[in-house]
Every structure is written in C-alpha cells, then in structure tokens.
C-alpha cells in the first residue's frame, strides 16, 4: 500500500477540494467572459465646422427717416463666405434615431446694407438614421442619416442699415427662430454633411427712424465634422 493511502480522509479530502475550486472558478469566469454581450454606447458629442458659399437676407416692409427709405424688392446677398463652429449632443433611444441639443456660432458675414452679421444659434435637434451598416448596431461604421433642427438664434450686434443712396438708419435687432433641415453621411467617427438653414429677425427704426424690416436670413452649409462616443 502506497503512503498516501496511509494518509487519514480528514487530510485527503480538504485538500482535494483546496484544489479543485480554482479550477472550477477560472472555468466560470472564462465562460462569464465569453457569453457577457458588449455594452453598446448610447450617446455622442459632434464637433463641427461649418461653412456657408451661399447666404442671403430675404427683408420685407420698410424703414422710413427724415433722410429718406430703406426697402429691398430683392434677397441681399452675403459678400463673403460663412463661417460657423458648432458642437451638439446626442442620445439614441433607438439604434436608428438620434435626438440632442446643439451650439452654433456664425462670426462675422458681411451683408451690403446690413453691416456685418453674427449669429448664435442654440436648437434642439433630431438625426434618424436610413441606414445602417452593419445594420444591428449603434456603433455603425458607416450610416446616411436626415437632419432636423429647431431654436432660437440670437443677432450678437446692432445692424448698421443704410439705403442704395449712401443714408444710414438708427435701429435695433430683435432675433428669432432658427430652424435647418439636411441630409448626412458618416463614416466611422467622421460626418459629412449639406444643411439648410433659416434664422427670422427684425430690424426696427429707432429715433429719427421708424418702422421695421422683417428679415430672413438663409444659407447652404457644407459640414464636416467628428463624434466621439460617451
């Protein structure tokens, strides 16, 4: 007989199973680790920037003064290119739909006969995917998506109005909504986007000049922009 078959059970037994537990413990946790599905991320930050080739200021009614009228029968084009900085967030309550909130800063566009116009838009806004590739996840590395977005934009200074006839006209800015709709296309944590845009403001005569024209200020913005996961 072998000396471990002379060992008492009250030995052998405690030791078999001071053994054995590692074992069976790493086996769990290697098949803990296989079966736990991967947390997919639910909300993102948009940083972008923003660039306007078009923009126009559609002004309807007139603002009348001692020195004379100003009225436009026709849309005022922006005589530089728009520049805007934006950042917005995110939330996916579904795989195919986004919903957030959204920053964004014009800097200075000079319009004839309106000066030099600056904008801070601050909107709601919501993104629904069309497509998805793969098709199952959030994190999809490729997607083409529509735009929505509603707000408020506020004019950052005074307007300085003036007529085709050199006179220039005392008046405040009183802002107003901002809304845009556009389509995207994103690639892995890269987005490309078109956007249409429109901020409504007024431009009242105060002073030795009164009345008010009604404004709409409208652009085409090409975006390129980067999201990172949260």
Excluded at 26 to 45: M, N, Y
Excluded at 154 to 174: C, H, M, R
Aim: with cysteine.
């Amino acid at each position: 007989m072998s000396r471990f078959s002379r060992l008492p059970l009250a030995i052998l037994l405690p030791a078999a199973i001071f053994l054995a537990v590692p074992a069976f413990a790493q086996e769990d946790a290697g098949t803990q680790s296989v079966q736990a599905p991967k947390k997919e991320k639910k909300s993102e930050i948009v940083l972008k920037v923003e660039v306007a080739p078009s923009g126009q200021i559609d002004a309807h009614n007139s603002i009348t003064s001692a020195a004379g009228t100003v009225s436009f029968g026709k849309e005022r084009e922006a005589e530089n290119t728009g520049l805007y900085l934006a950042a917005e967030y995110y939330y996916y309550p579904l795989k195919f739909l986004a919903v957030g909130a959204g920053f964004k800063q014009q800097f200075d566009r000079h319009v004839k006969y309106f000066g030099d116009l600056a904008i801070s838009n601050f909107y709601v806004a919501v993104k629904p995917k069309l497509y998805l590739n793969p098709p199952a996840g959030l994190n999809c590395t490729e997607a083409v998506y529509l735009i929505g977005q509603f707000g408020y934009g506020v004019i950052n200074k005074a307007l300085e109005i003036s007529n085709p006839a050199g006179d220039s006209f005392s008046a405040t800015t009183d802002s107003g909504l901002y809304y845009a709709g556009g389509i995207g296309f994103q690639v892995d944590n890269f987005v490309f986007e078109i956007l249409f845009a429109v901020n409504k403001f007024k431009v009242n005569g105060i002073n030795e000049s009164s009345g008010t024209l009604n404004c709409n200020y409208t652009t085409t913005n090409l975006n390129v922009g980067y999201r990172f996961w949260l």
